[in-house]
């Protein structure tokens, strides 16, 4: 049975308290609020890493770090199946990828240098900006008798689209935020302000379809 085919409620339920789970799938959605090249380490540089160091901590076990060191820099050849492992990769995979990172970067800051968003104009960006991670999509939890607009947004995407299904509701909402940050018209944001447009636009979009009881996430999946 589809949520759009269930009463609407007259009354709004008060949020469930959000669980681990559901803070790190928040906290990983917003990831799509950093640039393309930080968002790769974040999907692949960290997986990546993992790999190539548990296979240098297992060839090492069996031949030695020093060897496996100079195997992997392509000073000795490999002497045994672990260190060939090591030895393509740091033949193949290490250069490639550092050789894809930094040519994209000088080439991101080739194009940028004449570039600058409107949002960017006047103000001076600290180290500490450039490092600071984004905050977390909003958790619809936090708008629960709140501000009248806060409190009327949930009312409408809650009550109204999801049935006073708060887990659903949080999960499209987090969908609506991430994918909007995805647009190119947000690429060239800085992280806390990509996240906070990309929730301004979701708002808006977000209240005009719940006052009619839609969501474009559940006619999307048709749930």
Sequence with gaps: MSISSLPVPFHLDPPPPESFRKRLRRMLRSRKALSGVTQWFVDWGLPLAVVVGGLYFLAARGE?????????????PPSGLPSWGASLIGWLLVPAIIGGVAGHVIATRIRSVKQLTTSGLF?????????????????????????????????????????????????????????????????????????????????IHVRTAATAGQCVVCAARQI
């Design 123 to 203: 103000r001076r960006r600290k180290l500490g900006d450039r490092l600071r991670p984004p905050s977390r999509i909003a958790y619809l939890g936090d708008y629960f008798n709140k501000s009248p607009e806060a409190h009327a947004l949930v009312d409408n995407f809650v009550r109204r689209a999801h049935r006073n299904h708060w887990l659903l509701a949080q999960d499209h909402w987090e969908v609506l935020v991430r994918d909007t940050m995805c647009t190119a018209e947000y690429a060239e944001l800085g992280r806390a302000e990509c996240l906070r447009q990309a929730q301004d636009l979701t708002s």
């Design 64 to 76: 030695g770090y020093k060897d496996v060191y100079k195997t992997f820099t392509l000073i000795d």
